[in-house]
Structure formats: structure tokens, C-alpha cells
């Protein structure tokens, strides 16, 4: 963002929705050019945009049963709003981690992503490093050899196992 401008992200719950909001000091957007930025082949402020952007994040926001909407005002910045409708957590979401100390967290998953998605909500738990130890794998494959190989104690949705040693 030029001359020190800033942009600011959040996110809320309202009632039964999330609204992500993305808010920036840039150099924001006419008035009149507000109610047609989100249609398909209209650009703005890019020398050579498309105008497949904005109208490609409204269209898969809306098939997700949500709203996408933009405030602006020139020389004051821009917001965009996205409003999605919350949903039931997945069968194997766990919304609770019991852990008795001393324990190892063994994560299998050839996603990086949910390895970070692990390391963090463990140490959201704030245990002493000392207690828990993860160990990460991409695949079974990968297991350490020496180690015991642990079995599978049952099997949930979408590939998650509960192991016992």
C-alpha cells in the first residue's frame, strides 16, 4: 500500500453468521462505480485487470449462501464485507482435547497444512512443553524404524484414527 497505507483484517460472529471484513487506507473507489465493480469484465484502478476478480469472489460467496458487499469512499479506503452462514461442525471435528501427561501426539497427514493446524491448537493448551510431545509424518511410510508401530484403535470420518500403542 503506498504512502504508509494500511490494511486491517478481521473476522466476528453476528448471530448465526461469520463477516470477514478486509479494510485498507488506499484511494478508494467512486461512489458510482460501487454498484457495477462486482459485475463480470468491470475493472478498476488496474491498467490491465479483467474484471473477473471481484466478480468471481461475489459468485462463489453466493453459492456458499453468503453476502459479499465493498463501502468506499475516495482518498479514505475501502471495505469489503464477506457474510457466511455458520454451519455444524464435521462429525470428526474434535471441540474438546483431554490429554493425561506424560503423552506423545503422533500427526499423519501428507497435508502441511494440518500439521500446522495441530501445532497450533496444542499449544493453545498452554501445557508444559515437557508433557506432550508431536511428532509429525506425512505418510505411515515415514515412521521411524525402531519405533513401535502403533495400532489403529478405530478409524473416524474423513481418514482421522485414533491409535493406541
Not at 462505480?33 to 460467496?61: C, D, F, W
Not at 457474510?83 to 471435528?93: G, H, I, K, Q, Y
Amino acid at each position: 500500500m503506498p504512502d504508509g497505507g494500511r490494511v486491517t483484517v478481521s473476522i466476528r460472529k453476528l448471530d448465526e453468521r461469520a463477516i470477514l471484513s478486509v479494510e485498507d487506507t488506499g484511494q478508494g473507489i467512486a461512489s458510482d462505480l460501487i454498484p457495477s465493480i462486482m459485475n463480470r469484465g468491470v475493472s478498476y484502478g488496474k491498467t490491465e485487470g479483467s474484471g473477473l476478480g471481484l466478480y468471481h469472489a461475489k459468485t462463489q460467496v453466493e453459492s456458499w449462501n453468503g453476502l459479499l458487499s465493498i463501502e468506499s469512499a475516495p482518498n479514505e479506503g475501502t471495505t469489503v464485507k464477506i457474510e457466511l452462514p455458520l454451519s455444524d461442525a464435521p462429525p470428526w471435528f474434535l471441540s474438546e482435547i483431554t490429554l493425561q501427561s506424560p503423552v506423545m501426539i503422533v500427526v499423519v497427514d501428507d497435508d502441511p497444512s494440518v500439521h500446522k493446524v495441530w501445532d497450533m491448537r496444542l499449544l493453545a493448551l498452554g501445557l508444559p512443553f515437557e508433557m506432550v510431545k508431536i511428532v509429525h509424518f506425512q505418510t505411515r511410510k515415514n515412521w521411524p524404524t525402531g519405533t513401535v508401530q502403533p495400532r489403529i484403535k478405530c478409524v473416524l470420518p474423513r481418514g482421522l484414527r485414533v491409535l493406541r500403542s
